[in-house]
């Protein structure tokens, strides 16, 4: 299988906020993050389907919100992972989240490349 991304994933798993159009919010666990997207993992069902656009307020060491579309969702036993490609950020967000990305780049590079 081709990965289709354009941006490097970064393993970050941090507490976020999803709020649908229809007004109905939830928890919601970052797994991954890249520039243009993350994977997310909800327990239980809150009807998502795919091309939802979403409202996600992502809680790590910074706190980012934006708009995303769901882009595929895997049900799992006990809880749903759904890929979102980001679509609205504003500027000052999106210098947070390349700041946070940058970061966690920096502390995941062997000692090797830092002497």
Same mark, same amino acid.
């Given at each position: ?19 649908? !159009? ?6 919601? !666990? ?5 520039? !243009? ?79």
């Amino acid at each position: 299988m081709i990965d289709k991304r354009y941006y490097t994933r970064y393993p970050l798993i941090c507490d976020a906020l999803v709020a649908l !159009e229809s007004g109905l919010t939830f928890s919601a !666990e970052i797994r991954d993050i890249s520039i !243009e997207g993350a994977r997310l993992r909800i327990y239980g069902n809150p009807f998502i389907k795919e091309g939802d656009i979403i409202f996600l307020n992502i809680k790590c060491k910074y706190k980012i919100k934006l708009k995303a579309q769901v882009r595929w969702i895997k049900n799992f036993d006990k809880w749903i992972e759904f890929g979102v490609k980001f679509l609205e950020i504003s500027m000052q967000d999106q210098e947070t989240l390349s700041q946070l990305l940058s970061e966690y780049a920096l502390t995941t590079i062997s000692d090797v490349y830092l002497k």
